[in-house]
């Protein structure tokens, strides 16, 4: 096949409907994702979306037991997680990383036995596992567009608070910063866009969704402002590079979009040393 009649190919899937709500909801969720990873990976939470992404089996499981659509179940469990996790930060002295790998494993084995008493899913196991951004729906968009105009609205006015607390809690605390109700903030918020993702990138994938756009960002940038700005754009750009891909070479579409993410971080990481050997 020729190169000609290969971008003819895409340039007719990018005519269909389905496809342009793929693109959308990527750049949306991509978006999302950049956004609230960048500070995610600062207060070293980067384990939450995974611990989320796994639990989340657990959410969908129980959705299909009771016979409901398990994408109406999911957010009401991300939020639910979200604040059985806060909790948990705010009355142990257990560290994170420990906690919730507690509470993602037992999720997850509680998921796995659900299923067990569940007869066959028509959506398909690799669906949940590795989502499929091209079942994207009109109203995940409206869904997904609302949540991020709530994430842009939500950093803008607490952008000066969540960098104290992100960078200096004591100091947050000094200057009056309400840590308990911004942490639980924030967390909420957090689940809910990794909620949102997983339809598009899975269970298992949605984590790197969340963290590596803004490793990325960390190593091209130093200025608070312009790493989450670059976070956000590398979030985006990867989503769409990563649909393209997959429709280029049909591939799915959420390990697609990881393995692009995986090459912007790959040469943020490499770009340091070709300055070096070029100076």
Request: hydrophobic share 55%; with cysteine.
């Amino acid at each position: 096949m020729s190169l000609a009649t290969e971008l003819t190919r895409i340039l007719e899937l990018l005519q269909l409907p389905f496809m342009q709500r793929a693109l959308m909801g990527g750049v949306l969720t991509g978006l999302m994702g950049g956004m609230l990873g960048s500070l995610t990976i600062l207060r070293q939470l980067s384990f939450f979306s995974d611990a989320l992404g796994h639990s989340a089996l657990l959410g969908i499981s129980l959705g299909l037991l009771v016979g409901m659509n398990p994408s109406t179940v999911l957010l009401p469990f991300a939020v639910f997680f979200a604040l059985v996790v806060n909790y948990f930060l705010e009355r142990t002295n257990l560290w994170t990383d420990a906690l919730l790998n507690i509470i993602y494993s037992s999720s997850l084995a509680l998921g796995v036995i659900t299923l067990s008493f569940v007869g066959r899913y028509k959506g398909g196991i690799n669906n949940i596992l590795f989502g499929d951004i091209l079942a994207v729906r009109q109203g995940d968009l409206l869904l997904s567009s609302g949540l991020l105009v709530i994430c842009v609205v939500f950093l803008g006015l607490t952008l000066r608070s969540q960098l104290l607390l992100t960078l200096n809690e004591s100091l947050a605390i000094a200057r009056g910063v309400a840590v308990p109700t911004h942490r639980a903030m924030f967390i909420v918020l957090l689940s809910l866009v990794v909620g949102v993702s997983i339809k598009a990138i899975g269970v298992l994938l949605v984590s790197a969704f969340v963290v590596i756009p803004a490793c990325a960002a960390r190593l091209l940038s130093q200025h608070f402002t312009h790493y989450v700005l670059l976070s956000t754009a590398l979030g985006a750009v990867s989503a769409l590079g990563g649909i393209l891909l997959s429709a280029a070479f049909d591939l799915p579409s959420g390990p697609s979009i990881v393995v692009v993410q995986l090459g912007f971080f790959l040469l943020a990481a490499g770009l340091p040393r070709a300055k070096a050997l070029l100076a």
